[in-house]
């Protein structure tokens, strides 16, 4: 499975793919945090009383989860819930998809395609896949408000440390493969054709 997904992230590695995918990011990074939408960050900060969404910080706890949630009231909960369901769904796929396939575009042209150092491409997944979990556990956590889950809010927790971990390690990978495809003359794919 793992090796169906590097092929597919592998072929799909183009530019008209990789421009689209950062446009997606960018369009739902400004619905989430540049707008008064009902569910943006925002929206939802305003709620809490300037208290940051759980989401947006490196680390927390039951009882971080747990004051976010009383202060958000209602409504908050609700529109936290809908930002989580909706947009920051969407999110992950996006920005995990793009650094992805920008990876994997400038690992094909760097290494041969059958090379380790190809696998590094799908690191960007795992914080995606990640974040995803996080989103659907912070779900379960603010739909039980006021009966806290614990466990849950720990695990949700370590997703977003998982999260926030990888995503520089794909910012360093894209500029390192950057460099040295810019470096070595700026070479073709190594992806044998027919592939």
Known sequence: MLRTTLARIQSGANWPAIL?????????????????????TPT????SGGLRILDMRFSYGPE????????LGTEGR?????LHLIP?????????????????????????????LQWLSLTPLISGVADIFENL???VVNLSYPVPIDWLAHIASVLTKIKFGLMPVGVVLLGVMG????????????VPTGK
């Open 64 to 71: 971080e989860a747990n004051s976010l949630f009383e202060a």
């Open 179 to 190: 460099l040295l495809w810019f470096v070595r003359g700026r070479p073709e794919s190594k």
């Open 88 to 116: 920051d769904m969407l999110f992950p796929m996006a920005y995990a998809l793009a650094f992805a396939c920008t990876s994997a575009w400038f690992l094909v042209r760097v290494v041969p395609s059958d090379h380790p």
């Open 137 to 139: 556990s912070l779900v």
């Open 44 to 47: 939802i900060e305003d709620h």
């Open 78 to 82: 609700r529109a936290y819930i809908m």
């Open 20 to 40: 689209g995918l950062w446009s997606a990011t960018g369009v739902l990074t400004l619905i989430m945090n540049g707008t008064d939408l009902p569910f943006s």
